[in-house]
């Protein structure tokens, strides 16, 4: 393909987003910005007749149309999904394997063992999030309930009410206590809601977790929902990226390229405890609720009025962890998500966390992940830098 470029010499990119998200809109801007781009995103009209210019960075979705219109602009294009992996195009996308495989261990890590993954279109992305979810789950010894609108629809119209009344059914027929997997932030609301007219309790008897953290969604619901963040800023950034060295000559990868997950943004949907002993769900409630304080053991036991080996017993034959690991583990956890998102120094972080002082955090965090606090939040505020540390370190909680 020949570069077009206008009298000035500007690189003219098309941005063409089959669904708009606003974090890879950033991610192509600040690119643009930094080269000296002109991006032309017109969300009423994805692709103008009149357009003129040297590349587009799409996001190709369910929509045939808009590849076919795509095409006729004989420009390189790069795409930042892999929902329609039959048409060979270079990529930046998301790490859906991470994605799926990341959903199942936050489930597993709190004892689950009932799980399900929930979708609505049979696409590339769906289905690469739903088959690592559920390999993760199945290699555990669990199995796993696909619920697949698409699949199961049948001869019903696609309706929000139809998917409303779907899924009620679905929900109420499995075992509880049940982690449900919804592949995007959209489909996690829906199960919310299908939970909340069956009178099924969110979190107590269906955790779910989403995917695409976005905010004006997740924190506006009656449960407000977790979510993993799929770096999605990056994801624009790096697809920029790419298109710049086509436009400079360079072969397109053979392979996409895989942008890693931030992590999962924890709210109250998925805040539940997959127990059925009494007196150990009692003790996780208390861990949770007081991790912050500089809790021991004794606090623990003399809350759920047990002895410390008949506890441990307990915790053996029905949690995943020890009592104390647990607490460690969510201490750590916290303790991560205020390096990552906050600027409070490493001493209020300890104070805040129940570790104390910002020595204990100091060498309780090296202990466990061989780097220090602050050496974790440089790597996960530089950019692309952060994926791969932030996703070991993580998959060690």
Not at 216 to 230: A, E, F, G, K, T
Not at 366 to 395: E, L, M, N, V, W
Request: proline share 4%.
């Amino acid at each position: 393909m020949t570069k077009r470029t206008s009298s000035n010499d500007i690189t003219n990119v098309l941005l063409s987003l089959g669904w708009y998200y606003p974090e890879m809109h950033r991610g192509v801007a600040r690119f643009a910005r930094d080269h000296g781009w002109h991006v032309t995103a017109d969300f009423d009209d994805p692709i103008p007749t009149h357009w003129q210019g040297d590349g587009v960075i799409a996001l190709l979705g369910a929509r045939h149309n808009h590849w076919r219109q795509l095409r006729r602009l004989k420009v390189p294009v790069v795409d930042l999904a892999e929902s329609r992996p039959n048409i060979k195009l270079p990529r930046v996308t998301m790490d859906n394997v991470a994605i799926g495989r990341m959903a199942a261990e936050h489930f597993l890590e709190s004892g689950y063992r009932h799980f399900a993954v929930c979708h609505r279109w049979e696409l590339g992305v769906s289905r690469r999030r739903c088959d690592a979810f559920q390999s993760t789950v199945n290699s555990e010894g669990h199995g796993c309930e696909v619920m697949s609108w698409q699949r199961e629809r049948g001869d019903q119209v696609d309706t929000r009410q139809k998917r409303h009344r779907w899924l009620m059914r679905r929900l109420s027929k499995l075992k509880k206590p049940l982690a449900v997997f919804a592949v995007r932030d959209v489909e996690a609301v829906e199960v919310i809601e299908a939970c909340v007219a069956a009178g099924i309790s969110v979190p107590d008897e269906v955790a779910v977790l989403g995917v695409d953290n976005n905010e004006m969604i997740c924190d506006c619901l009656r449960v407000p929902l977790s979510s993993i963040d799929p770096n999605l800023e990056e994801v624009g950034y790096q697809g920029a990226a790419l298109l710049s060295r086509l436009l400079s000559g360079e072969r397109p990868p053979l392979n996409p390229i895989y942008i890693a997950p931030i992590g999962i943004v924890r709210r109250r949907s998925s805040d539940g405890l997959a127990v059925e002993h009494s007196a150990v769900a009692a003790a996780l409630r208390f861990i949770h609720d007081h991790a912050h304080k500089p809790i021991r053991m004794v606090d623990v036991t003399a809350h759920v009025d047990i002895s410390r080996s008949g506890l441990e017993k307990a915790f053996r034959e029905h949690f995943v962890r020890a009592p104390m690991e647990e607490l460690r583990r969510v201490r750590l956890q916290r303790a991560m998500s205020m390096l990552r998102e906050t600027d409070l120094t490493v001493t209020e972080i300890a104070e805040q966390t129940g570790f104390q002082t910002a020595h204990s955090l100091c060498r309780i965090f090296k202990q466990h992940f061989g780097i220090t606090p602050g050496s974790y939040r440089t790597t996960t505020s530089s950019g692309s830098t952060r994926k791969s540390k932030s996703d070991q370190i993580s998959a060690t909680l």
